[in-house]
T-cell receptor, first 117, second 109 residues
Framework: GAVVSQHPSWVICKSGTSVKIECRSL??????MFWYRQFPKQSLMLMAT?????????EQGVEKDKFLINHASLTLSTLTVTSAHPEDSSFYIC?????????????FGNGTRLTVT | GDSVTQMEGPVTLSEEAFLTINCTYT??????LFWYVQYPGEGLQLLLK?????DKGSNKGFEATYRKETTSFHLEKGSVQVSDSAVYFC????????FGTGTRLQVFP
């Protein structure tokens, strides 16, 4: 089946530094990828939708200058948390869709646990 | 806007008990509905789906029926196993996937 690989699985960084998280679709071309943030009480919040070759669409309340998304190829999207602060500590999950239509289930990465000290 | 509401957990059951996890939704248009499961230490996986009213999704003994009149998509299983212990997420999909808060299920022998 389809596999989405997310790297790193966990990262610890100091406040003020930037962290890049990669999301790769291993056996299909993902024209659309999604980034979610999972809060401690398990709610999954959609942060942004990234389409290959175009700018990401951010959800209301998500700072696009803080959470930089790049989808430069059909198999790779990256999320960079810039100038991270402790409140950015969370679990970030990416998912990928085969097409631009969203009525299909998504394939998820295993997530990245970010801890900002 | 579109939203999903599911019952808070944890849900604690003994093995072979009957499971219901409630899920209701609010959406404009005609969403597809999904249940995803996250086993300990693993990523999210699709459990089942239904794409139109009165459809029943089923997988691994779990079932959920798309009820448009009650805007619900409750997850049920007749006899749970310890291996079903996980977090279950209800989700709807119109132009983007919206998740509920997740419900942790703990099944004890």
């Amino acid at each position: 089946g389809a596999v989405v690989s997310q790297h790193p699985s966990w990262v610890i960084c100091k406040s003020g530094t930037s962290v890049k998280i990669e999301c790769r679709s291993l056996d299909f071309q993902a024209t659309t990828m999604f980034w979610y943030r999972q809060f401690p009480k398990q709610s999954l919040m959609l942060m942004a939708t990234s389409n290959e070759g175009s700018k990401a669409t951010y959800e209301q309340g998500v700072e696009k200058d803080k959470f930089l998304i790049n989808h430069a190829s059909l198999t790779l999207s990256t999320l960079t948390v810039t100038s991270a602060h402790p409140e950015d500590s969370s679990f970030y999950i990416c998912s990928a869709s085969r097409g631009r239509l969203y009525n299909s289930p998504l394939h998820f990465g295993n997530g990245t646990r970010l801890t900002v000290t | 806007g579109d939203s999903v509401t599911q019952m808070e957990g944890p849900v604690t059951l003994s093995e072979e008990a009957f499971l219901t996890i409630n899920c209701t939704y609010t959406a404009t248009g005609y969403p597809s509905l999904f249940w995803y499961v996250q086993y300990p230490g693993e990523g999210l996986q699709l459990l089942l789906k239904a794409t139109k009213a009165d459809d029943k999704g089923s997988n691994k003994g779990f079932e959920a029926t798309y009820r448009k009149e009650t805007t619900s998509f409750h997850l049920e299983k007749g006899s749970v196993q310890v291996s079903d212990s996980a977090v279950y997420f209800c989700a709807l999909n119109t132009d983007k996937l919206i998740f509920g808060t997740g419900t942790r299920l703990q099944v004890f022998p």
